[in-house]
């Protein structure tokens, strides 16, 4: 009887040992592997940003797998998943990527082996990666105008209440005013500058001897302008004109005017504002 019992206590003592063993040896491998998995997912977001930083346009949307040449990462120009059965037993590593905007990519980059008989285990990474090599810009529009001639504009605010840059706004101007129209109150920017542009464009229609004009101020509506298009009565096609301002510029000082001389009561110069803003690269 006594040995009977010994025998028990000791199966169950060494199933408890055996279990706890095994145990320990399963959730170390888990651990290993899940930073194994961990690792070469890192790698793969590591390998994405070097391709990025070589060729943005590289990043082609789809599912990817990563190749090594001549010390660089590339996309193989075939297979959609990595064989990494090397590092971990049936492994697979795919780069996945979207996009977001225009220069803005979504990177997912997955690890998927096998554990153990029926039991699969995966690791995913996400990041966000942006074409740093394209130098963005900011745009600034001014936020009113102030015309001196009623009735004799046609809805000059279309000139610079859009922010796509596509605005139209055919505007007759009154040319027995001075000036006839000034664009003012310029959008505040929301970083800092290192070039900063100041841009019209427009038509203009032949005369004979009126004349219009564009000029700008850098000081207010009441301060010094500057001439920009000097009095003429030639035409223009649709024109845009630019000059560079101060990166530091208060664009709250910012102002246009367009003016026009009369010389002959039976002619008319029309100039027709299609577009005015302000555009700054940090």
């Known amino acids: 009887m006594e040995l009977i019992i010994a025998v028990g206590i000791f199966t169950v003592v060494v199933s408890g040992l055996a279990f706890f063993i095994l145990n320990s040896y399963v959730s170390g491998r ?16 590591e390998a994405v940003r070097s391709i990025r930083d070589n060729d943005w346009t590289e990043l082609e949307d789809g599912d990817h797998a990563l190749i090594v040449s001549d010390g660089k990462w590339f996309f193989d120009p075939v297979a ?26 979504k990177i997912t980059s997955k ?14 990474l996400e990041s966000y990666l942006a074409n740093w090599q394209k130098i963005s810009s900011e745009i600034r529009r001014p936020l009113s105008h102030t015309d001196p001639s009623p009735k004799k504009t046609t809805d000059p605010g279309l000139a610079y209440d859009n922010q796509n840059g596509n605005t139209f ?12 129209i000034l664009f003012r109150t310029w959008e505040l920017p929301t970083m800092n500058y290192s070039v900063l542009t100041l841009n019209y464009r427009y ?24 001439d920009w ?36 009561s039976k002619d008319q110069a029309n100039i027709y504002t299609r577009d005015v803003w302000a555009e700054g690269t940090p």
């Open 30 to 45: 888990l651990s290993y592997e899940v930073t194994k998995a961990g690792f070469l997912a890192q790698e793969g977001m």
């Open 80 to 105: 959609t998943e990595e064989d990494i059965g090397g590092q971990l037993t049936e492994g697979k590593r795919v780069i996945t990527i979207e996009s977001v905007e225009d220069d803005s990519k």
């Open 111 to 124: 690890i998927g082996w096998k554990f153990s008989e029926g039991r699969m285990e995966e690791i995913i």
């Open 169 to 180: 706004s055919a505007t007759l101007y009154d040319t027995t005013k001075n000036p006839s």
């Open 203 to 226: 038509h203009a229609d032949q005369a004979i001897d009126d004349q219009y004009a564009i000029a700008y101020s850098t000081n207010g509506c009441q301060g010094n302008f500057i």
């Open 229 to 264: 298009v000097l009095p003429t009565s030639i035409s223009a096609p649709d024109t845009t004109i630019s000059v560079n301002l101060p990166p530091t510029q208060n664009l709250s000082q910012l102002c246009v005017k367009i003016y026009t001389q009369r010389v002959d």
